[in-house]
C-alpha cells in the first residue's frame, strides 16, 4: 500500500540514553546516576505533600525554588530558568540563542545529544576537536560562529577546565552566547557561576539529577543575565508555560535547601571516585583525571566492548560508546564503595 505521508516524517537519529536495566540484582554504573538518596528535607516535603493539589496546576514561575537557587547562587529570581532536567533546558537554550545561521561550536567528544538538537533545530554546527589527551584547546574557539557550547567537566571524558580558562572563552567569544553545561560540576570542578556579573552572554546549565540525587524528578536550571532568562521564559511560554510539576518544584526547593547534605554526599563520591581511579590503575587501566562522578578508562591490552560484554554478564553495567576516537574507551559511574569494590574484584578476575 502507497504511503506518501512517510516522506513528509521528520527523520532524525535520536539520543540514545544508558540502558535502564529492571532487575534489581545488579550494580548499575552506566548512568551517572547518583548511589545515595535524596536529601532528607526532600524525603520530608514529598512526605508531607498534599496529593489534592495535583487537582491544580502547579506555579507557572516556580517561585519558590526559583528564589531558592537564587538564594544559593547569590543572584536574582529573575536570573533562574527552570525546565524538566537540564535536557530541557539545553533544548530551550539552542532554541533561544542560536539564530544567527553562523555554526555553533562544541567538542567533538562530549554529550550525544548537542548534535540531536541541532539536527532537529536545524541550527549548523562544527565539532572542534579535543586534543590527544581529550582535552579543550581554547584558541579553536577563536573564530566566527553562531555561538559556543563547553560541558565543565567534559561528558564522558570527565576532564575540567579552571575558571580562568572559562574566562578566557567568553572574553574571544563576547559576540554570542556561551553556555556552560556543569551537569557534573559539583564533584570537584570550579563552576562559572562568578562570572555571571561580568559577562551578559554567559549562560549556565546544571541539574539536580546527579549531584542532588534527583534524576527521577528531571529538575534542571539556568543562572544568565535577565536578558538571557527572559528570553528563555518567552520561548518555553510560547509552547508550555507549565514545565515543571507541583512534586518537583517542592523536591527541589527542599534539595536546594539542604546545603550539608549536599556537600557531604558530593565529597563522598569525589572520595570514592579517586580510590577507584587508583584501583583501576593498578589494575592497568589509564584512567583520565576526572571531576565528575564517573571514570572514563581503557586498557593497552584488552578491548574495551569486550571488558562491558564481560561485566555485562556479571550483572555489572558500565557504559561502552562505539564512537570514533572512543570505542576503546569504558564510561564507569562511581557508585558506593561497595559496588565499586565489587566492579575491582570483576575486573581483576576477567585480567
Sequence with gaps: MDKPFLAKLRRIDPYVPGEQPQSQNIIKLNANENPYPPAPGVQAALRAFDASSLALYPDANGKALKTALANRFSVKPTQVFLGNGSDDVLALAFQSFFCSGEPILYPDITYSFYPVWCDLFRIPYETVPLDENFCVRLRDYDKPNGGVVLPNPNAPTGRALPLDAIEDLLQHNQDCVVIIDEAYVDFGAASAVP?????????????????????????????????????????????????????????????????????????????????????????????????????????????????????????????????????????????????????????????
Excluded at 239 to 256: H, I
Design 195 to 351: 562570572l555571571l556579573s561580568k559577562y551578559e552572554n554567559l549562560l549556565v546549565v546544571q541539574t539536580m539529577s546527579k549531584s542532588r540525587s534527583l534524576a527521577g524528578l528531571r529538575i534542571g536550571y539556568a543562572l544568565g543575565s535577565e536578558t538571557l532568562i527572559a528570553t528563555l521564559e518567552a520561548v518555553k511560554n510560547s509552547y508550555n508555560s507549565y514545565t515543571m510539576d507541583a512534586v518537583a518544584l517542592a523536591a527541589g526547593e527542599a534539595a536546594v535547601k539542604d546545603e550539608t547534605y549536599f556537600q557531604q554526599t558530593c565529597r563522598k563520591v569525589a572520595a570514592t571516585r579517586d580510590r577507584a581511579a587508583d584501583a583501576l590503575r593498578a589494575l592497568g587501566f589509564s584512567v583520565s583525571p576526572s571531576l565528575a562522578n564517573f571514570l572514563f578508562v581503557t586498557h593497552p591490552q584488552k578491548k574495551a566492548a569486550d571488558i562491558f560484554a564481560y561485566l555485562r554478564e556479571q550483572g555489572i553495567f558500565i557504559r561502552y560508546f562505539k564512537l570514533p576516537r572512543i570505542d576503546n574507551h569504558l564510561r564507569i559511574t562511581v557508585g558506593t564503595d561497595e559496588q565499586m569494590d565489587k566492579l575491582i574484584d570483576a575486573l581483576r578476575a576477567y585480567l
